[in-house]
């Protein structure tokens, strides 16, 4: 009953928060980022054409969307967010062909397309919320997908909070009200309120899904249980698998938990028992991989026109130590100063690692590496801040390890030495989020962004993106003339 509260108020809070602060015209930025835009257009071309591809809509969303350099669209150049896919055959083989195969078949193989460029799972996830719309005959137009677009956001984040209060109530706090205090920092002290619960990021289906394979193999990893689950093996390995083609940074803790998984079943499980753990876990696996070899090969035709693809030999640009600690403490996308209260992550894991009860400890002790690791390897990214988004986009895969670090702390006698000021901290992080629910609009990263090659910009204090906002406010005020030199 608790799950389902906390799914219906979570949903309220996100979609209609966005709702208003947009209907009333204080934030008309309906659709956060263009990387979003392939994904609101998935459900419509699957479920009008059956197919991946965004043909039919390409025109419509590159006059509202174009590549920078090509505003009126006299170049031919593709926007970042769309792969070209060309024909395979030329024009004569294919008229030779056309009446020896199929129509779908001729399409794929003699037409060029247009896919998006980042992982579809996002997209796919919404098809259910866009069925009944587009059956009553909906208009395909922006502000109607934008509108369905926040309702899966959000859909996807409540059912992770969902799935986070299960997990903390029935195996790490084991006391409702200590839950629903976690639970709560997670969907609202983070930017999973600000951000990834307002558009399709693929983020938002990457938390569902590691929070859900967590708890399949809860029973293994916070209990030590020597009772198999089979059904749940398999399910834990389908939703790693589906965590990896919602977003590739999910490989990073599955390759960490996965020998944590077994070393903990060979310690308890009998050989047979064993030998059937980790055929199921891999075929769950093997399973999520041949859907990707499938819709490859189907619509991609390549590995080389997947999305990340291309950048995985060149965009390691960013010097060390700068992106890591641009991750965890720039003013403009520090995960410390968007949610501070994550400082009590850091406790946690002090304390895991003070209290040397490794045997226990286990899973906080790999989500101690998880995060170190991802912030690491995330932080050589040329983008590591995320682009054009509100906060600590980068590090949204590792909230839910963030989050659960706080249970060894919420769980000591610390805590109650310390309650204030982490109630104090859990209110500011509220507010930051609030904050980007009703600013963000892109204006600060056009009048400071100057890109990955000058990240200047990104540790500016004075023109922070808080600062700025502030400085909004007492413009409408008639404080202050303009908030930055270039505003109006």
Not at 353 to 370: G, T
Not at 383 to 407: C, E, N, T
């Amino acid at each position: 009953m608790i799950f389902f509260k906390i799914v219906a108020f979570s949903f309220i809070v996100y979609f209609f928060s966005w709702l208003v602060v947009n209907r009333l015209g204080i934030n008309n930025l309906a659709i956060q980022s263009e990387d979003t835009i392939p994904a609101m257009f998935i459900p419509v071309t699957v479920l009008k054409e059956g197919t991946l591809y965004a043909d039919t809509y390409y025109e419509m969303i590159i006059r509202m969307y174009p590549h920078p350099d090509d505003k009126d669209y006299q170049l031919g150049l593709i926007p970042f967010y769309f792969k070209k896919i060309n024909p395979q055959m030329d024009l004569e083989s294919c008229n030779n062909l056309s009446s020896q195969v199929k129509s779908v078949d001729f399409d794929i193989i003699c037409k060029t397309h247009f896919i998006s460029a980042f992982p579809i799972i996002s997209g796919l996830i919404a098809i259910p919320v866009y069925v009944l719309p587009l059956s009553l005959g909906m208009t395909v137009i922006f502000e109607n997908l934008a509108l369905l677009s926040h309702l899966t956001a959000a859909i996807i984040m409540s059912l992770s909070g969902g799935v986070m209060y299960i997990l903390l109530n029935k195996y790490l706090v084991k006391d409702s009200k200590k839950s629903l205090l976690i639970t709560f920092i997670f969907l609202f002290a983070t930017i999973n309120f600000a951000t990834i619960s307002q558009a399709l990021w693929q983020h938002g289906p990457l938390q569902l899904f590691m929070l859900l394979y967590i708890y399949m193999f809860a029973e293994i990893l916070f209990k030590k249980n020597d009772i198999p689950d089979f059904k749940k093996t398999l399910m834990g390995g389908i939703f790693m698998g589906f965590s990896v083609l919602s977003r590739p940074t999910a490989i990073l803790p599955i390759m960490i938990l996965i020998p944590l998984i077994v070393y903990l079943t060979f310690k308890v499980y009998s050989k047979k028992d064993l030998l059937k753990f980790l055929v199921l876990l891999f075929s769950g696996l093997i399973l999520c991989f041949l859907f990707f070899i499938w819709y490859n090969n189907t619509y991609f035709l390549s590995i080389e026109n997947q999305g990340y693809f291309n950048q995985l030999g060149r965009s390691w640009l960013s010097k060390f130590p700068e992106g890591f600690l641009g991750m965890w403490i720039s003013p403009s996308k520090g995960l410390l100063i968007y949610s501070p209260v994550f400082i009590f992550s850091i406790v946690g894991a002090f304390i895991v690692i003070k209290r040397k009860n490794f045997k226990e400890d286990s899973f906080y002790i790999v989500s101690i590496l998880i995060v170190l690791l991802h912030t690491l390897i995330v932080g050589r990214w040329k983008h590591w801040y995320g682009g054009w988004s509100f906060g600590y986009r980068m590090s949204a895969d590792i909230i839910p390890f963030l989050i659960l670090l706080m249970v060894p702390y919420i769980k000591s006698d610390f805590f109650e030495r310390t309650k204030n000021i982490f109630l104090l901290l859990i209110g500011f992080s509220v507010l930051m989020q609030i904050m980007g629910v009703v600013f963000f609009d892109g204006i600060w990263h056009a009048a400071y962004d100057k890109g990955f090659d000058e990240t200047s910009w990104l540790w500016s204090v004075k023109d922070s993106e808080i600062m700025f906002n502030i400085r909004r406010v007492m413009v409408k005020a008639d404080l202050l003339e303009k908030a930055c030199d270039l505003c109006l």
